[in-house]
């Protein structure tokens, strides 16, 4: 995919390297784009499709890496899962409790989603034995943040550097109820603990210090579950040995894809772009919050809600941003977009201050290390905190080489800011950006005039 701004090439086997080039000519962001499926739920519809009595119909799945891992660690343990495509994916579920004892070792690719949610499910099928890895850069990432929760329900996992990296062996137990209080807001580590809980005869309770997105609670029950949410006190607690039943499930598109373009519209001046179908549940919309804090032009039409999300097309207009403070309650709602909303910061105008994002050292980049040296080579006023980011706008970026560090939002985030650059930008390993978004260069070149 290329046009005269934009090329990719092989560099490497495997790696391609991105080429942004505006030249002399004055680009805008206009038109009317979709975006991949929400990958949070492109996931969960997947894993509650498997443990479910029936079939399940998934229309808009994401065809990224992660939701093909994790369909190929379900069909390893006995699922029927069709080839994936984002118009219809049937999934044929082998009810709750049936998982098989794989006759190999689950493989979760880049995914701490797959890993992290399918760690609760294994944990608590009795007398099964699994394991479970990834790929160099999820074998590194922090597993004890769900392993420590599930312990306390009775599991037995063992893995590298004291039971907290991957690869990891899972001997199935009959867990216990339990109320586990998380230090921090993670959906991830609520999700893990919930989908233990399916199995455990008694309730079973998830509190957290702030609200994580709610993606499987609205699922579980969808599917058949009784969840009792208490907003008030951020705890959710689940009945288990519930009869889940298969579904349709319609997945909107991802608001941390329509991040990018949100940002590009927002820093390049002229643009006018609309982004249809983009899931705006509330847990998922920090995003638009700090954006609305930066005085960018972004309006909502055509609210409804489909399968139980809330849905929306959002308009983005060129506006000159101010600078914010990011930080507190609104982390975990928005916690994947830090990255780009750092190169909103960028073009705004005085310093923009980013804290409470320490997790993000543990993704699949440090990204805040990372975000801070990449930015600061194209000319950005931009240092690390040790829970955030500090950054002063107004300086013109200039292209050069940059490199993702195979992650996908510092890919895709550099890119962003390439198209306010001088010069060319040179991303390398940007073949990373199709972990959650396979078509991001070719949307990039159609909203570039």
């Given at each position: 995919m290329s046009s005269p701004l934009v090329s990719i090439q092989n560099s490497a086997p495997n790696s391609q390297t991105l080429s942004i080039d505006p030249h002399s000519i004055r680009i805008t962001v206009k038109g009317s784009i979709t975006i991949?499926?929400?990958?949070?739920?492109?996931?969960?519809?997947?894993?509650?499709?498997?443990?479910?009595?029936?079939?399940?119909?998934?229309?808009?799945?994401?065809?990224?890496?992660?939701?093909?891992?994790?369909?190929a660690c379900f069909r390893a343990m006995g699922a029927e899962i069709s080839e994936l495509n984002s118009q219809r994916v049937v999934v044929r579920g082998v009810g709750l409790g049936n998982?098989?004892?794989?006759?190999?070792?689950?493989?979760?690719?880049?995914?701490?989603?797959?890993?992290?949610?399918?760690?609760?499910?294994?944990?608590?099928?009795?007398?099964?034995?699994?394991?479970v890895t990834g790929d160099n850069s999820l074998r590194s990432r922090p597993m004890s943040r769900v392993i420590k929760p599930l312990e306390q329900m009775g599991a037995s996992i063992w893995g590298r550097k004291s039971n907290s990296l991957a690869p990891l062996a899972v001997k199935g137990q009959q867990l216990k109820p339990t109320h586990y209080h998380s230090p921090i807001a993670s959906a991830?580590?609520?999700?893990?603990?919930?989908?233990?809980?399916?199995?455990?005869?008694?309730?079973?309770?998830?509190?957290?210090?702030?609200?994580?997105?709610?993606?499987?609670?609205?699922?579980?029950?969808?599917?058949?579950?009784?969840?009792?949410?208490?907003?008030?006190?951020?705890?959710?607690?689940?009945?288990?040995?519930?009869?889940?039943?298969?579904?349709?499930?319609?997945?909107?598109?991802?608001?941390?894809?329509?991040?990018?373009?949100?940002?590009?519209?927002?820093?390049?001046?002229?643009?006018?772009?609309?982004?249809?179908?983009?899931?705006?549940?509330?847990?998922?919309?920090?995003?638009?919050?700090?954006?609305?804090?930066?005085?960018?032009?972004?309006?909502?039409?055509?609210?409804?809600?489909?399968?139980?999300?809330p849905v929306a097309d959002l308009r983005v207009k060129y506006s000159q941003l101010k600078a914010c403070e990011i930080s507190g309650d609104i982390i975990p709602r928005l916690i994947d977009e830090i990255p780009v909303l750092a190169v909103a910061a960028a073009f705004a105008e005085g310093t923009t201050v980013i804290k409470d994002a320490a997790e993000l050292r543990v993704k699949e980049s440090d990204r805040l290390a990372v975000m801070a040296t990449e930015l600061g080579k194209m000319g950005a006023n931009i240092s690390e905190l040790s829970d955030g980011l500090e950054i002063?706008?107004?300086?013109?970026?200039?292209?050069?080489?940059?490199?993702?560090?195979?992650?996908h939002r510092i890919a895709m985030s550099l890119a962003i800011a390439a198209l306010n650059a001088t010069g060319k930008t040179t991303i390398h390993r940007a073949e990373a950006a199709s972990i959650s978004y396979p078509n991001f260069v070719e949307t990039l070149t159609q909203v570039l005039q």
């Open positions: 991949p499926g929400d990958k949070s739920i492109s996931h969960r519809a997947l894993m509650l499709g498997a443990i479910a009595q029936g079939e399940t119909v998934i229309e808009g799945l994401l065809l990224g890496e992660d939701p093909r891992s994790t369909a998982l098989q004892e794989p006759s190999d070792i689950l493989d979760a690719g880049n995914s701490g989603t797959t890993m992290r949610l399918m760690l609760g499910l294994l944990a608590s099928h009795p007398d099964r034995l699994f394991t991830q580590v609520k999700s893990c603990v919930l989908l233990a809980g399916l199995m455990v005869e008694g309730k079973t309770t998830v509190t957290e210090p702030a609200l994580s997105r709610d993606h499987s609670e609205r699922m579980l029950q969808a599917f058949g579950a009784t969840l009792n949410i208490d907003t008030d006190t951020h705890s959710v607690t689940l009945t288990g040995q519930p009869e889940l039943k298969g579904q349709q499930v319609i997945v909107p598109g991802d608001i941390s894809s329509a991040a990018f373009w949100l940002v590009a519209g927002a820093i390049v001046p002229g643009s006018d772009l609309l982004i249809t179908n983009v899931g705006v549940n509330p847990t998922r919309t920090g995003v638009l919050e700090a954006l609305a804090m930066m005085e960018a032009d972004i309006g909502r039409e055509n609210e409804r809600t489909v399968a139980g999300e002063t706008g107004g300086r013109q970026l200039k292209g050069t080489e940059v490199d993702s560090f195979t992650d």
